[in-house]
């Protein structure tokens, strides 16, 4: 499968405790995007990368989170001390051409206790 | 701001039903439109785009959509359901100040069979 592939599906944590997800995009593209979506939403827009330089981050993405791309290929979004409020499914996605279509992968499941 | 709206929440359709799925997308100069899809378990899929040129636009499964910009409308369309279309869809855009994808709140489609 060449698609986009997220690691864990799944992850339960304690408040308080640090998290850290990853994200493969489809080979070719150079632009990476992360998402949050909670139930009965769409996707909200947290952050973006070309290649190896985030270009844009929302308000959403408070100081607790960062996320990187080292090498331009696989992205990391971290998150420290976590709250229940950051319970929600992590997407990642990425594109080959700007405001082009997005290919998202399946998701991080977050449940913070 | 720019934004991205969906009217219905819950659509209930018999098979065979004609389907129309209203979405409004807010000005905020050069936009490109998309409609995604997500199956029960599955991660989003685009169904279609637009980008500029012919208003009508034709995806996956049957689905299209039409660009009306007097109207700030990009409608899903499709002319008789199967049980198999039941699924969330998600009207997203891209507008020409960024590279993010704005998504409305989804709309959830059940078909009884």
């Known amino acids: 499968d060449t698609g986009v592939s997220q690691d864990p599906r799944h992850k339960i944590t304690k408040r308080g405790q640090n998290v850290t997800f990853r994200c493969d995009p489809i080979s070719e593209h150079n632009r990476l995007y992360w998402y949050r979506q909670t139930l009965g939403q769409g996707p909200e827009f947290l952050t973006y990368?070309?290649?190896?330089?985030?270009?844009?981050k929302s308000r959403l993405l408070s100081d607790r989170f960062s996320a990187e791309r080292p090498k331009g290929s696989f992205s990391t979004l971290e998150i420290q001390r976590t709250e229940q409020g950051d319970s929600a499914m992590y997407l990642c996605a990425s594109s080959w051409r700007d405001r082009g279509e997005q290919f998202f992968g399946p998701g991080t499941r977050l449940t913070v206790l | 701001a720019q934004s991205v709206s969906q009217h219905n929440h819950h659509v209930i359709l018999s098979e065979a039903a004609s389907l129309e799925l209203g979405c409004n997308y807010s000005y905020g100069g050069t936009v490109n439109l998309f409609w995604y899809v997500q199956y029960p378990g599955q991660h989003l899929q685009l169904l279609l785009k637009y980008f500029s040129g012919d208003p009508l636009v034709k995806g996956i499964k049957g689905f299209e959509a039409e660009f009306i910009k007097s109207k700030f409308s990009f409608n899903l369309r499709k002319p008789s359901v199967q049980w198999s279309d039941t699924a969330e869809y998600f009207c997203?855009?891209?507008?020409?100040?960024?590279?993010?994808?704005?998504f409305g709140s989804g709309t959830r489609l059940s078909i009884r069979p």
């Open positions: 997203a855009g891209s507008y020409s100040s960024a590279s993010k994808i704005i």
């Open positions: 990368f070309q290649n190896e330089a985030q270009l844009e």
